[in-house]
Structures are given as C-alpha cells and as structure tokens.
C-alpha cells in the first residue's frame, strides 16, 4: 500500500475504484454526452483523452492533475454531480484550478452529498496510481493506494 | 464555517444569512473558493456591469436552473446589469431538417425559461448576448483598475490585458454569485504579484503574425501563465486604435483556449506595459522566441478531425470571438474584391459571419450590409461553438479562422487569407 498526503478542498472519506488521466481533464467535452444521452455510466466523451476515453467515470475515485477547456467546466461538474453521474472523488496531482474547484465547491455547498476533493497530490502519486486500483480517501487529505 | 481570509463584518453578515440562507450560501461559495487558491480577502466588485459565461438553455443543465430559481426566490439578484455569452441558435443560419429538430426539440427546449431567469437576474437587454461585451456598440466596458466578476475567457484576458481590468478565469455560477454578493475572492489577476510575467516572448518575425496563430502558440507553451510580449508593436503599432484591439481580441481568445491564460501584457501597447514596461517581468522569467518557422511549426500541428480530410466544406465560421465592427466591413471588402477577382457573384462556401446584435444593428446601418448580402455571406449573432457542440453539427466539414473554434469542436483551422481564398473562388 502506497499512501500520499494532499489539500483537501472538499473534505470527506470514500473508497473508490481509481480511473487515472495523465493529461488534463477536459469536462465539458468529458461529460457532455453523458449528460445530454442520460448516461448512466457517464462514459467518457473526449476522444481526445487516450486514457479515459469511453470509460465510465460514475462512482470513480478520478485521479488527473487538473481540468482544462470550456469555463462552463464547473457548471458541467456541478451538474453531474446533481445528476448523479459525477465520479465519488476527484484526486489532483497539481493545485486544483479554478474551474474544478468551482464545480467542487457548488457540489458541497448546494448538495447533500459533497464531493471528496484533494489536491496538491503530487507527480509521483500520478506516477504511481493505475487504472482499477483500490482508493481510499481521509478526511484529512490522506490518499492510499491498494 | 473555518475559514482564514479576513471579511469585513458586511462579509461576516453575509456568510452568517443576515441577508437569508441563500444568500449566506452564495458567500460561503464565495470565501470557500478564494480560500483553494488562498485567498486573503475579499473585494468590491467595482464595474458597471458583469459578464456571464451561460447563454444557453441547454435541457441537460437543469441543476444549474434549479439553483438559479432559489436565487430568484430568494429575492437575490445582481448587484450590476451583466450582459451574456451568444445565443446557441439563430434561424438565419444555415440548417438542416435533422439540426433543426435535435436544437429545438431536444437540445435547447429550455432557452426560453432560461432566458426569462436571466432577465430576472440582472439582464441588461435582449440584445445583450455576445462574447464580445466590452464593443463600444454593446457597451459593458470597463475602467483600467475596475475589478470584474466576469466569466467567459475570451472577454476575462481582452478586460485583463487590453482594457487594465482585474478579473479571474472564473467558472460559470461564480461569475454570477461575485456580481450577487458584490465581492470576489483577492487572489490570481486581481492582485498585483499575480500580473506579473513570468514568461518573456520574443516576436522575431518578418512577417505580420496572424493573431490567431501567434496567441496559440504563445498559449500552449506558457498555459496559465503571464507572458509579456515583446516586438509585436513592429507589426500592430504602438496605439490602441481599432485594428490593434481587433488584432488583440483575437490574438488573446486564442492564448486563452489554447492555453488558459487570462492576461499578457504587450511590450509599449496594452495599458499596464505602457505605464510600468519592463518592472511587470518577475524575476527568473522564461524565454519563448517566436520567428516565422516557430509559428508554421506551431500551424502544422493543428489535428484535422474530419472524416475525409479532402471533401470540400460545407460551412465556414468568420467571427469566435465576434467580429468587431471594423473587421466586418473589412471583411465585407475583401469577399466583395475576392469574388470580383476571381470572377464569382456569391461566396463558394455557405458562409456566417458573427457579431454582438449591436454591431450587427450598426453594420446594417450602412452601405457595407447590402454589400455582404449580395455575396450571400449570412450575419449572424450566433454562437459558433454552441452551434458546433453537439453530435450532429459536429460531423459536419468545418472551416474557421478562429483557434478556439477549431480547439473546441471539429472545425478545421485556416488563415484569414487562406478562407478568403477558399470561399471566394468557385466550388470545386
């Protein structure tokens, strides 16, 4: 078992099924199908995105080093969220960005249910987390791996 | 809530619902957001008016107009009139059976309601949604020093660097909860440390650089960085005239999409490098040369996502950002002298150029309109890449001149003079 310490942005404690972007997350392009199609799986829709391209993203502990693209990211995020077809945490190798951090936060503050989110995981932690690994995420920002 | 920024005790009365639950979880959305990028405290907005990122009534968003019917019923509105993003779609814009029904009965059947919760939050008027709001024709321009809750970052980096403004790349619903509350989190562009450049960009070129080309690759390598750019007033002049802003509009939609930056600073031209030069460099800035082999490179690079890279287009897009009004008369020279040479009555390509409704109210004021018409160039005030972002436009063939077009759906990126040249010789 591995373990790495991060910040929390939004505190919480879950175990999930860890889905690894190398390269920035694009979530609008990610999630607009899922979305539009009601998507149940929330497969993702950026062919862009080699790593997470058509896997389901619903219920995952995510694990990338930030979100790119459209400013309507953390809108896209929230609503996810709400819909029920957000991953159960998001896992940031570098400090979060201002678009992730907005659809986290609205996740916390406008639902019951908030969003596990850590950042300033480090590159090692991407170095080292692998698709279908086990997660296990601490209240505190603490992040194992197995 | 814990919290460490310090807030002034109307902030305190916000956050602990003097002004109602609502409104205290607006704040709390607010300090929470400062606070992940360590924020000290929180400011005035001081603008005239905000800048919304959301013009479109998209059925998939419902949460988002779930929580805009709490703010309505909280009785919250805007603290300034703001105006908004382009409308999705336009009836003037070339269709099809098929994207008329997927736009109108199954993507967009929540624009109406939609439209009806902005005008209840502070709306200015009908004719307010374009990305390009700081037009003297649209009129949301703020003052050098006037601190923005503006999302929508095409307009954020042109506020930040041409007109001295000082606003983050905000989300969407941010950008609104900043204009209700009246504050926004002091960290990023809003501080002085967080304008400086820590990039130095050296344009060598010996050619004019096509501002969208130049703004790419100025964005892929410094990301969300601040570059501070040096002889580019060789080619666009030291004075902040219409063409120098129309070049820096697109130039810097291009910075912003193809990276994210939110400011640069223009060696001699924009308003912060003018005052202050070279003392906006932090120490250690990186070094990017740009010569004429760096922006082909950079040119090259550019994925072609058609299907069949050797059909013909079906539809051209002139105006992501929307075109100012001087560009669209020159525009309208250009196709008018293109097809005149090339011994053409109407464009090859359908064609739509884009403009903020009040420039397109101007334009039709003058003599250029009837010019574009007989071309059968179609003016628009649609959104290209609201137009573009769903699965049945974007297997269409697209060309455009815009690097946010082409980064964001399936467009395929061609110079200025290489679409005019394209939509003004005969089809193929």
Redesign the interface.
């Known amino acids: 078992m591995k373990t790495f310490k991060g910040r929390p942005v939004v505190p919480g404690t879950v175990e999930a099924t860890a889905l690894v972007s190398h390269g920035g997350f694009n979530t609008l392009a990610s999630f607009q199908n899922a979305l539009q199609f009601g998507d149940k799986e929330a497969k993702c829709g950026d062919q862009n995105n080699t790593d997470i391209y058509e896997k389901p993203m619903v219920g995952t502990a995510l694990c990338l080093p930030q979100t790119i693209g459209s400013t309507t990211g953390g809108m896209v995020l929230y609503c996810a969220k709400v819909m029920e077809r957000s991953p159960a945490c998001m896992l940031f190798s570098e400090h979060i960005d201002s678009l992730a951090a907005a659809g986290a936060i609205l996740g916390s503050v406008w639902t019951d249910t908030p969003m596990p989110t850590i950042d300033c995981l480090g590159e090692e932690f991407l170095n080292t987390v692998k698709t279908g690994d086990k997660i296990k995420v601490y209240e505190d920002g603490t992040v194992e791996i197995g | 809530m814990d919290y460490k920024m310090e807030l002034t005790p109307e902030q305190l009365a916000l956050l602990n619902g003097e002004q109602g639950e609502t409104m205290a979880?607006v704040m709390?959305?607010l300090v929470?957001?400062g606070e992940?990028?360590g924020a000290t405290k929180m400011v005035p907005v001081t603008s005239e008016m905000g800048h919304l990122?959301?013009s479109f009534g998209?059925?998939?968003?419902?949460?988002?107009y779930?929580?805009m019917d709490q703010l309505i019923a909280a009785g919250l509105k805007s603290k300034q009139k703001f105006s908004v993003d382009p409308k999705p779609v336009d009836p003037k814009v070339p269709s099809n059976f098929i994207k008329n029904f997927v736009f109108n009965k199954f993507?967009y059947t929540k624009q109406d309601s939609y439209d009806e919760q902005l005008r209840k939050l502070g709306l200015v008027g009908d004719d307010a949604y374009t990305c390009t709001c700081y037009m003297n024709e649209v009129g949301n321009l703020p003052k050098k020093g006037d601190i923005l809750s503006w999302?929508?970052?095409s307009a954020v980096v042109y506020a930040n660097s041409v007109l001295g403004a000082r606003c983050?790349?905000?989300?969407?619903?941010?950008e609104l909860f900043g204009s209700i509350a009246g504050y926004v989190p002091y960290f990023?562009l809003v501080t002085d440390e967080g304008r400086k450049a820590t990039w130095i960009v050296e344009v060598k070129c010996k050619k004019k650089p096509e501002a969208q080309v130049l703004g790419s690759a100025i964005g892929m390598k410094v990301m969300?960085d601040v570059p501070y750019v040096k002889g580019l007033t060789d080619w666009i002049g030291t004075e902040l005239d219409d063409d120098a802003k129309a070049y820096l509009k697109d130039f810097g939609a291009a910075t912003a999409s193809n990276g994210?930056v939110g400011l640069y600073h223009i060696d001699g031209l924009t308003p912060e490098a003018v005052e202050m030069g070279e003392s906006l460099i932090a120490d250690n800035a990186q070094v990017y040369v740009i010569d004429d082999a760096e922006l082909e490179r950079v040119k090259n690079s550019y994925p072609v996502m058609w299907k069949d890279k050797d059909k013909a287009p079906q539809l051209c897009f002139i105006g992501c950002p929307h075109l100012s009004l001087q560009q669209l008369k020159e525009w309208t020279d250009n196709v008018v002298e293109g097809l005149k040479k090339n011994g053409q009555k109407k464009v090859s390509v359908p064609t739509v150029f884009t403009a903020a409704p009040a420039v397109c109210d101007e334009f039709n004021k003058t003599e250029y309109a009837a010019k574009l018409a007989a071309t059968g160039v179609t003016l628009s005030y649609i959104c290209p890449l609201m137009y573009m972002?769903?699965?049945v436009a974007k297997k269409g063939r697209v060309i455009t001149n815009s690097n946010k077009l082409r980064t964001?759906t399936t467009s395929r990126y061609y110079t200025s003079e290489e679409i005019l040249d394209i939509i003004t010789k005969g089809a193929k």
């Open positions: 979880k709390k959305t929470m957001y992940a990028f990122v959301t998209l059925k998939v968003m419902t949460p988002v779930d929580l993507m999302a929508e970052s983050n790349r905000n989300s969407g619903i941010i990023g969300e994210a972002n769903n699965p964001y």
